[in-house]
């Protein structure tokens, strides 16, 4: 696992929720658990500084890292969107975005793609990208943050015929492939969770181990916002995976949430100030636990 990537899951996980600020030595120690050694915590999060995700505070002969404005805005952006994973209610109507970006700005052209797709949105043809959810918001704020007023235009419309709103959906997703995505998961998950359940029970299994676990857990459910678009119920197959895979998701992170939570406190604890955890925060929660 990439170690930048981890250390957005840490901080979104757990950091953000003492203080927004870890230690150096602290963050070191964490990533240890996986692998990563201390070169490369230190290389992935001064290359974080520097794209201007984490900011630096010196405190005597101790680095401290905590996620500057746009860091926390990532994290709440990345929690917002977790509604693709709940469908909502279908209004039985289509969100269109269409686009006609110049060559000559093609980077923002390449952004916006990436943005759409993990909005939620599908391609129904070249330029042509469409969802069936409430996507007003996220539309407005990428026309805004990118400064392509004048290059699109965005409808709302029922589908008429001649075939059936799943045929959009067929030619929009690959819902076959993530399907199979979340077959995979579920298969592997699945086993490691009656395995791990039954080493908790049984006091087997420790709580940096149960650190690890639910850190990768996260870290490999919440891929399923980049490729799931979180379709009504309405316009998905029969023998759709993503609820059960939701709920194994749900009954081993409860499993795992306790032990781990110590082990994090337990490091942090060391070079940290555990009173500014806050208050409000449910080790028992999360935000990709669906009701």
Known sequence: MNTRSMIFTLYGDYIRHYGNKIW??????????????????????SRMNKQGWVQAEKQGNKSYYSLTEPGVDRMEEA????????????????????????????????ELRKELVWSGFGTLSTSTWISPNNL??????????YDIKEYVDFFIA????????????????????INERYQDFIAHYSQQYMIDKNKIKKGD??????????????????????????????LLPEKWLGSHAAS????????????????FES???DGNELKNKDLSYDIMTHPLLLD
């Open 158 to 177: 029922e589908y008429q015929g001649p075939n059936e709103n799943q045929r959009l959906v067929e030619k929009s997703w690959d819902l076959k492939e």
């Open 136 to 145: 007003e918001k996220q539309v407005q704020s990428l026309i805004k943050k």
């Open 248 to 263: 194994l998701f749900a009954e081993y992170y409860k499993e795992l949430a306790e032990p781990a939570s110590r082990f």
């Open 79 to 110: 929690a917002n969107r977790i509604f693709k994973l709940k469908p909502q209610d279908w209004d039985g109507k289509w969100r269109i975005f269409m686009y006609s970006i110049p060559e000559e700005i093609r980077s923002i052209r390449d």
């Open 24 to 45: 150096i030595g602290s963050l070191i120690r964490l990533l240890n658990e996986f692998g990563h050694n201390d070169q490369a915590v230190r290389a992935a999060i």
């Open 267 to 269: 490091v942090f604890e």
């Open 205 to 234: 299994m420790s709580d940096a181990e149960c650190f690890v676990e639910r850190t990768k857990l996260v870290h490999e459910y919440r891929k399923f916002l980049f490729v799931d678009p979180g379709l009504p119920e309405e």
